[in-house]
């Protein structure tokens, strides 16, 4: 009786040792992984983006086209609330529609869905068709004008062009259709390791030939005749880094080469994934019957 006692509190004292020992593994892998990045809210469900400003929420970050571009903060927050612009006004961003003509709900400030629906419909009077997250961009089914389709009884709508990163391009005309162009949209896919779990979007402002990409002047005219020269693409964006600009009317610049001759090669400085570039393409027109369908 009494060995079987001595058994029993032996083995508890090696489970209560044991579980002691799992706790504070536990415990050290945690603070480890909070310590390898602090600013992550993926590692702790405690975490207030708005404490870990780059910048102040709301700080103009820069210019782009006239458009201002705002600090969100932190890549992780996300506003429940919605903002309006105005055809025509550029500069004009408001927190309550007054029902004025032309005023746009651009979406939740200041996400990077935001700021490109903002250009769009500024610059072009389009938008896409609006999807859950930055990275379903790529799927957008039309773009479309947000203020003729709340006026009339028809709609004319876009089909997207869709350039994924890596296509192929055999001949100067079909290079010529896949180059970048301004108002592109960049598509980034969601990647956690940059703090970009829904992906990102950005709208190409200017795209310039890269002279020394192409290995000078000379080497660049010759590229030129067959399509094939290389590129940078000068972008804007909100809520990549939430930096400032740095008196710049663009971001970041991206470079953009036809990789043997036939790749399409889009490419982010910092090593990003990129999906590739939706842009506006052919006009359709859709008219609504009185049940609602499309004829």
Same mark, same amino acid.
């Given at each position: %009786?009494?060995? $079987?006692?001595?058994?029993?509190?032996?083995?508890?004292?090696?489970?209560?040792?044991?579980?002691?020992?799992?706790?504070?593994?536990?415990? /050290? =892998?945690?603070?480890?992984?909070?310590?390898?990045?602090?600013?992550?809210?993926? $590692?702790?469900?405690?975490?207030?983006? /708005?404490?870990?400003?780059?910048?102040?929420? $709301?700080?103009?970050?820069?210019?782009?086209?006239?458009?201002? #571009?705002?600090?969100?903060?932190?890549?992780?927050?996300?506003?429940?609330?919605?903002?309006?612009?105005?055809?025509?006004?550029?500069?004009?961003?408001?927190?309550?529609?007054?029902? !004025?003509?032309?005023?746009?709900? !651009?979406?939740?400030? =200041? !996400?990077?869905?935001?700021?490109?629906?903002?250009?769009?419909?500024?610059?072009?009077?389009?938008?896409?068709?609006? %999807?859950?997250?930055?990275?379903?961009?790529?799927?957008?089914?039309?773009?479309?004008?947000?203020?003729?389709?709340?006026?009339?009884?028809?709609?004319?709508?876009?089909?997207?062009?869709?350039?994924?990163?890596?296509?192929?391009?055999?001949?100067?005309?079909?290079?010529?259709?896949? #180059?970048?162009?301004?108002?592109?949209?960049?598509? =980034?896919?969601?990647? %956690?390791?940059?703090?970009?779990?829904?992906?990102?979007?950005?709208?190409?402002?200017?795209?310039?030939?890269?002279?020394?990409?192409?290995?000078?002047?000379?080497?660049?005219?010759?590229?030129?005749?067959?399509?094939?020269?290389?590129?940078?693409?000068?972008?804007?964006?909100?809520?990549?880094?939430?930096?400032?600009?740095?008196?710049?009317?663009?971001?970041?610049?991206?470079?953009?080469?036809?990789?043997?001759?036939?790749?399409?090669?889009?490419?982010?400085?910092?090593?990003?994934?990129?999906?590739?570039?939706?842009?506006?393409?052919?006009?359709?027109?859709?008219?609504?019957?009185?049940?609602? $369908?499309?004829?």
């Amino acid at each position: %009786m009494a060995a $079987g006692f001595v058994e029993n509190k032996s083995l508890g004292r090696v489970a209560c040792l044991a579980f002691v020992l799992i706790c504070g593994v536990l415990l /050290l =892998w945690g603070w480890r992984g909070n310590k390898r990045n602090p600013l992550s809210a993926e $590692g702790n469900p405690l975490f207030d983006p /708005l404490k870990h400003c780059r910048t102040r929420y $709301g700080t103009i970050l820069g210019y782009a086209l006239s458009v201002p #571009a705002f600090s969100n903060c932190h890549s992780s927050y996300s506003a429940e609330r919605l903002v309006i612009t105005r055809f025509g006004y550029p500069e004009l961003v408001a927190d309550h529609n007054d029902g !004025s003509k032309g005023n746009y709900c !651009s979406g939740s400030p =200041w !996400s990077s869905m935001e700021y490109t629906a903002r250009i769009l419909f500024h610059y072009k009077g389009i938008k896409y068709f609006e %999807m859950p997250t930055p990275q379903e961009v790529w799927s957008t089914p039309y773009f479309f004008n947000p203020l003729e389709a709340a006026e009339r009884d028809k709609e004319r709508r876009y089909e997207p062009v869709r350039v994924a990163n890596y296509e192929e391009a055999t001949t100067a005309k079909e290079r010529k259709r896949l #180059a970048p162009r301004v108002f592109d949209i960049v598509v =980034w896919p969601a990647q %956690m390791e940059h703090e970009l779990p829904e992906g990102h979007i950005a709208v190409v402002v200017q795209v310039e030939d890269d002279v020394e990409a192409a290995g000078g002047e000379d080497r660049l005219r010759e590229l030129r005749k067959l399509r094939l020269q290389p590129r940078l693409l000068y972008i804007a964006e909100q809520n990549f880094d939430n930096t400032h600009w740095g008196g710049k009317n663009y971001s970041r610049v991206l470079r953009f080469q036809w990789r043997n001759g036939r790749e399409a090669v889009l490419q982010d400085p910092l090593g990003l994934k990129v999906l590739g570039l939706v842009r506006i393409g052919k006009r359709t027109v859709i008219f609504e019957d009185e049940d609602g $369908g499309d004829l």
